[in-house]
């Protein structure tokens, strides 16, 4: 008993020897790094915010019949900028970038798409600021690793950090925003860089109060679904099959977003002469329909609100898809996210007139996420999103429904640089 009491005593005190060591993980360089590059991040979003908004103000004033010189107007200056300063890119290259160039974003073209996206939004084109704001944070996280001369995964992890950051601040969703900077950057049904996942939280929630700070957001859901309470199983059943609609209408999306590609690539002329054209019909559009024009942050709450009837909201869904099929397909420029989400919410309506007595939130929730994730294969992170910005709290069914849209969708994605290298280099080869 004396020598086992003598041997304990001997391993305490060697426990005692050793010096009190707080976690390096928390306090480590990179960790530091990250929090900045969300700062920074909260405060470029802040600021392009504020002045969106400004210039949003401002462009709106014109109504009526204006609406569509201003938006001609608007697009040609886009396209001017564009051609003069260079050309930002769209998320595909993003994506390319992360997964091909080393995670290297150059943020020599931050201007030009600072400058065009302000000017494409602002005056009502169907595509939100949150690409533009996920490609000029994720350059600058990029641009940060350039500079401390960071390499492989710490600046892949950065550049995706910065891209979370960009995301999170419009979305006020910090969970949401860095699981989608991962999952947009997946290839079949994997996906990839989940090392990133710490960094682009620590940058999201440092960025998610910059942002809130600045621009005064509020925490509760930005769109104003009615309460919601399961009643039956038979709700998963439900979310199932307005899924498997509103993905059909995802197709319809894709489809069409493909027949004006083909039509903007037949023209032989310089950017700023389609954008031009684009601005001019979209401005048309919404000279007749309204609530197309914007990219409907604001405009989904506005639908909800209106008692509209079946062919309303079969105009609204109709021409809201070619909206924005013309808008990512003239050389506008933005994020088509929640333009999507304006889709379903119109779907839902739609599909809630035939069958009154299911929940219209169930309806509504179901259509956004199919949708979504059918177009941009982020079944993950729409689940969350939608959780956060509708404040629809239960949370399988809309996975299921995002689950539907996600296996159902087309094997070509729309973002194709989606695909695994070697399929996307054969899809090349046959075009």
């Known amino acids: 008993m004396k020598l086992k009491r003598r041997r304990k005593l001997v ?30 991040g909260g405060l470029i979003s802040g600021l392009y915010w504020i002045v969106l908004m400004l210039l949003t103000e401002f462009l709106g004033g014109y109504e009526g019949w204006l609406v569509i010189p201003v938006m001609a107007i608007s697009g040609l200056l886009a396209g001017l900028i564009i051609y003069f300063i260079g050309d930002p890119g769209e998320m595909q290259l993003i994506v390319n970038n992360i997964r091909f160039n080393k995670g290297k974003l150059d943020p020599k073209n931050n201007p030009s798409m600072i400058l065009s996206s302000l000017l494409c939004v602002a005056s009502g084109g169907s595509l939100g600021p949150e690409s ?9 996280g990029s641009w940060m690793g350039k500079i401390l001369r960071l390499k492989g995964e710490e600046l892949r992890s ?42 682009a939280l620590v940058a999201s929630g440092f960025s998610y109060i910059i942002f809130a700070i600045i621009v005064q957001l509020g925490l509760g859901p930005m769109w104003n679904l009615p309460a919601y309470e399961m009643e039956t199983f038979f709700d998963f059943g439900w979310a199932f099959f307005f899924a498997v609609i509103a993905t059909v209408v995802g197709w319809g999306f894709i489809f069409c977003t493909k027949f004006f590609k083909n039509l903007f690539g037949k023209l032989k002329t310089p950017i700023y002469i389609k954008t031009l054209i684009g601005g001019i019909l979209l401005g048309t559009i919404a000279f007749y329909i309204p609530l197309t024009r914007y990219f ?25 898809i070619i909206a924005i099929a013309i808008t990512v397909t003239s050389g506008w420029r933005g994020g088509f996210i929640i333009p999507l989400f304006f ?7 739609l599909i809630h007139t035939i069958f009154p007595s299911i929940s219209l939130s169930l309806t509504i929730v179901s259509c956004m996420a199919a949708i979504n994730a059918c177009v941009t294969r982020t079944p993950m992170s729409t689940t969350i999103l939608l959780a956060t910005l509708t404040g629809f709290t239960y949370f399988i069914p ?12 087309p094997k070509i994605p729309f973002i194709g640089a989606q695909m695994k290298e070697e399929e996307l280099n054969e899809v090349k080869k046959n075009l």
């Open 343 to 349: 889709c379903g919410t119109a779907l839902g309506l």
């Open 158 to 199: 950065l550049s995706i950090a910065g891209m979370a950051s960009g995301f999170t601040a419009l979305f006020g969703a910090p969970l949401g925003g860095s699981l989608f900077s991962l999952e947009i950057l997946h290839h079949k049904h994997a996906v990839e860089y989940y090392q990133a996942i710490i960094p």
């Open 132 to 140: 533009p704001l996920v490609q000029v944070t994720g350059s600058t």
């Open 296 to 320: 409907s942050h604001f405009e989904i709450n506005e639908l909800l609100q209106e008692n509209g009837t079946v062919q309303f909201l079969i105009g609204v869904l109709i021409f809201k």
């Open 398 to 409: 809309i996975l299921f429904a995002s689950l539907t849209g996600y296996f159902l969708a």
């Open 11 to 40: 391993k305490y005190t060697d426990i005692l020897d050793q010096p009190i060591r707080f976690n390096p993980f928390v306090f480590s360089r990179m960790f530091i790094l990250w929090a900045i590059l969300g700062l920074i």
